[in-house]
């Protein structure tokens, strides 16, 4: 396993490209075993996730090849398979398998993710979804069965009980060869979710209203790839970098962005008083003057994304006053907090708020990124530090962040990979 090793304090500068969404990406490689054809994905980000996606396609016979930035998949040859352990296991999205399998066959056996990064992460809202359009659901050893009835899954009338970004994508996927009609409602409205209707749209699938809170979905009986498609911008690797522009830049340009799905994040950066130019697909952040403490919280699209309030604390040390992140979707997201105060940060959690101070200056210090973002959090913390930061579990950050250490070079930052042993 690997760490990172950061030499904070270096002033950064220059420009960084974003990749394709995370987010998108994992629901749109399930998807692909909807198609009858090959699937050719463009923009895909170099990521963890990906690589183990493709492991689990290769389980059922569907090869997959990633050069570049393009990922071609062939389900022509598909075979049904069972999924009850091994790789499905390594990450949460892996869920999605159980839509897709029951939109192509009818029949999933799919394992869940075990441990719990960032708190409780139910699913009953997907089995609500797959039982209403006829499937029979059963946990079997950790594993969730799923079979429709004999004459197919067939569309029904859906209220999601909270907004769920991955109970309305796991029931589209279900639902797009259902006979008859679906509507959700309450549904999500993240860009992801658009991302995934249009893919699935060209597809020949009939999803109307993604980005609004209801869908309805003509079910078709089979669908077929025929354009590549390309993923949109990571919304949440934009956050990170502009944070860290914010933070530690002299002038940093974050290009391959679409600034409206940042609105609710950008909000909060110009509230802090950082000062951006917002181009057409990239955005210009200046070396950042005196800012002010502000209060976030996070709340389903298009309010403040929980994935970005991890990314920005880092910054809000940097605000006058005492700032306060509330995570209504995630409350438990906290596991950066301990991390933080071995490099001599001001932060406290209280009743599920966290509550962060102006820190003068942090030290560099050995820290685990426990998850994602709190892995976000700790390499943006240990570019402002003084001295050597060493952060472990790495993998965490690797999963998600497309070529990261490249692109932190690019900037000018002082980091690299090492193994562990060393
Ligand atoms: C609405 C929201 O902000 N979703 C975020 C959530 O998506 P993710 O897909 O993980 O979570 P969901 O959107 O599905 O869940 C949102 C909330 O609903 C709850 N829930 C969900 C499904 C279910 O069946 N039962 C249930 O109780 C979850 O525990 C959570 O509190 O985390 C992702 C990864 O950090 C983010 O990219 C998403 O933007
Ligand atoms: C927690 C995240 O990812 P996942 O849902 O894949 O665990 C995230 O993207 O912040």
């Known amino acids: 396993m690997e760490k990172m090793l950061i030499h904070g304090g270096k002033r950064l500068s220059g420009e960084v490209t974003i990749g ?36 689990i396609l290769a389980e059922m016979n569907v090869t997959s090849d990633f050069s570049g930035n393009e990922l071609r998949i062939d389900p022509t040859d598909i075979v ?52 209403a359009l006829g499937a029979k659901v059963s946990d079997h050893n950790g594993a969730i069965v799923l079979n429709a009835p004999e004459e197919g899954l067939h569309g029904a009338h859906i209220f999601l009980d909270m907004v769920s970004v991955g109970a309305t994508i796991n029931i589209i996927l ?52 025929n354009n590549a498609h390309t993923i949109i911008p990571d919304r949440i690797e934009a956050g990170t970098y502009l944070s860290i522009a ?24 110009e509230e802090m008083g950082v000062v951006m130019d917002v181009g057409e697909d990239s955005i210009f952040v200046y070396p950042s003057g005196e800012l002010h403490g502000v209060t976030i919280k996070t709340a389903p ?39 933080l105060l071995k490099m ?20 560099g210090a050995t820290v685990a990124a426990e998850e994602i973002r709190a892995g976000a959090c700790l390499m943006l913390a240990g570019l402002m530090a003084n001295g050597e930061t060493t952060i472990t579990k790495v993998d965490n950050i690797l999963r998600g962040y497309d070529r990261v250490v490249m692109k932190l070079q690019g900037l000018g930052a002082d980091v690299q990979l090492v193994d562990s042993a060393s």
């Open 20 to 55: 394709g969404a995370k987010n998108s990406t994992v629901a749109l490689i399930p998807a692909a075993i909807l198609s009858r054809a090959p699937v050719m994905l463009t923009g895909v980000p170099h990521i963890q996730d990906v690589y183990n996606l493709m492991s």
């Open 80 to 131: 049904m398979a069972d999924l009850p352990s091994g790789k499905i296991k390594s990450l949460r999205a892996s869920y999605y398998f159980m839509g897709a399998l029951l939109g192509r066959f009818g029949h999933a056996v799919v394992g869940l993710p075990g441990g719990d990064d960032i708190g409780p992460r139910p699913i009953d809202q997907h089995i609500k979804g797959f039982e």
């Open 174 to 225: 279900a639902a797009v060869t259902a006979h008859g009609q679906t509507v959700i409602e309450n549904v999500a409205r993240e860009p992801e979710i658009i991302d995934l209707a249009t893919y699935l749209n060209n597809m020949g699938a009939t999803i109307r209203g993604a980005g609004t809170d209801v869908i309805r979905i003509e079910g078709a009986s089979k669908l077929a790839a």
């Open 246 to 269: 914010a933070a530690q830049g002299d002038g940093i340009l974050v290009k391959n962005i679409i600034a409206e799905h940042l609105d609710s994040f950008l909000a909060k950066l």
């Open 301 to 339: 699209y298009p309010g403040f994304a929980t994935d970005l309030q991890q990314p920005l604390t880092p910054l809000l040390m940097k605000a006058d006053g005492e700032a306060l992140v509330i995570d209504t979707i995630y409350p438990k997201r906290t596991r950066h907090v301990p991390e």
């Open 344 to 363: 001599g940060a001001d932060i406290r959690v209280e009743d599920d708020h966290i509550k962060i101070n102006h820190s003068e200056q942090l030290t």
